[in-house]
């Protein structure tokens, strides 16, 4: 215990302007929200239409590297909707994994698909190429399509289609997104890349959201910068996709002066222009935000490093923004000590997330063995990790 306290009386005095409750992460709004939610308020456009969300998009798309953005409402819907466009649906099944927020398998439950949960490397804490190729390789034929004659991956098991593959880069750490890719591409498996946690992170210089088929944003409340709920879908690619997305994300319906005719099934998925107002004017201190996290992130590890506990640094080849700061304690009962005693003294800490295989509804779902993703899962406490502008 006496280590635990030592822990709360740093953590204390790094958020000393906190007062007495230090919450995991909150947002700061320090630059010219207000006077933009003024504007759009004025303006009287504060739902999905209105400069603010084409303005957000294209500032996305700059910082990201990406070709296009499309704004939705949050990242669970932006990441339903990418899943939609690669015709992820009924009885496929779609490879992600079990370390994750419940978001990433519920998307592929919308669709009708079967999610595969695969197991994570313990460095990155996202989904591991080396782990992926095993079981792709003994699990997985490419078999012709009867219409179409082009070959499609099947699990030799169940017969199914393998439809997608959605790796994570949890708590801002950049997976092995490029390794990952070149697997999935030798098995013709889009590859939708969750980069929710991951705004301001790179791999080998790259951003991450840009890799893949398509990348999902999220700007939640508790996330790097804010929209107070929000998402972005990005595109590298493929223009039409981007085109379709926003074209599903309003409904489907066509444009017109007057009339109201909608061609396919759409989503009310758009982002308001008030929610898109309040993210530009957090983008603009993006940079001083991810400089406070790193600076936040050096002060953790130093401290942790002289007390004798794991904190994960950024993995090899990244620049992480240090999302969620994290450690790995000695076990089960030593996280569960650590969490009781840290929230009981107003210093909000949080465990990873429970397992999706543990949970009712994916409880029957095909894994693999997931040894890395118990032993995080039994050890990771999530730390207060607030930017201080």
């Known amino acids: 215990m006496d280590r635990i306290d030592q822990i709360i009386r740093f953590i204390r005095d790094l958020y000393k302007n906190s007062g007495d409750y230090i ?22 456009f504060v739902s999905s239409v209105g400069k603010y969300v084409n303005e957000f998009e294209n500032e996305i798309a700059k910082y990201c590297g990406a070709k296009q953005a499309i704004a939705c409402v949050n990242g669970t819907s932006a990441l ?8 992820v649906e009924a009885n496929t099944e779609v490879i992600t994994q079990p370390l994750t927020f ?37 699990e997985v034929k490419l078999v012709a399509n009867s219409n179409t004659k082009q070959l499609e991956p099947i699990n030799k098991k169940t017969g199914r289609k393998i439809s997608a593959c959605v790796p994570m880069h949890t708590f801002g750490h950049p997976c092995r997104i490029d390794e990952i890719i070149q697997i999935c591409d030798q098995y013709s498996i889009p590859v939708i890349e969750d980069a ?8 080998k210089g790259v951003h991450t959201g840009i890799n893949g088929k398509i990348g999902v944003l999220s700007f939640n409340g508790n996330k790097i910068i804010t929209t107070a709920g929000g998402g972005m879908l990005l595109f590298n690619n493929d223009e039409n996709l981007a085109k379709k997305a926003k074209h599903l994300s309003t409904q489907a319906k066509v444009p017109h002066l007057w ?38 992130a050096q002060e953790y590890s130093r401290f942790f490093k002289e007390i004798g506990i794991k904190y994960m640094e950024e993995p090899e080849l990244s620049r992480a923004n240090y999302w969620l700061n994290c450690i790995l304690l000695k076990d089960k009962n030593e996280k569960e000590q650590f969490l009781k005693h ?19 509804m994916y409880k029957t779902c ?24």
């Open 196 to 203: 929710t946690e991951s705004l301001g992170s790179f791999y």
């Open 259 to 296: 009339e109201f005719y909608h061609d396919e099934i759409g989503f009310n998925y758009r982002l308001p222009n008030l929610n898109a107002a309040l993210g530009l004017a957090q983008l603009a201190q993006l940079e001083r935000i991810l400089d406070s996290k790193r600076k936040i």
């Open 342 to 360: 840290t929230n009981q003294n107003n210093i909000m800490t949080r465990p990873a997330w429970k397992l999706m295989v543990d949970l009712p």
């Open 366 to 389: 095909e894994r693999d063995d997931l040894e890395n993703a118990y032993y995080l899962a039994d050890r990771l406490v999530n730390l207060p990790s607030s930017y201080i502008l």
């Open 80 to 87: 339903h909707l990418a899943l939609k466009l690669i015709d």
């Open 102 to 138: 419940v978001a990433t398998a519920n998307t592929i439950s919308y669709c009708g698909g079967k999610p595969i949960f695969i197991d994570v490397d313990i460095d990155t804490m996202g989904l591991s190429p080396v782990k992926l190729n095993k079981w792709i390789q003994k």
């Open 23 to 44: 919450p995991l992460h909150a947002p700061a709004f320090k630059g010219m929200e207000k006077e933009y939610l003024l504007n759009c308020l004025e303006s009287t």
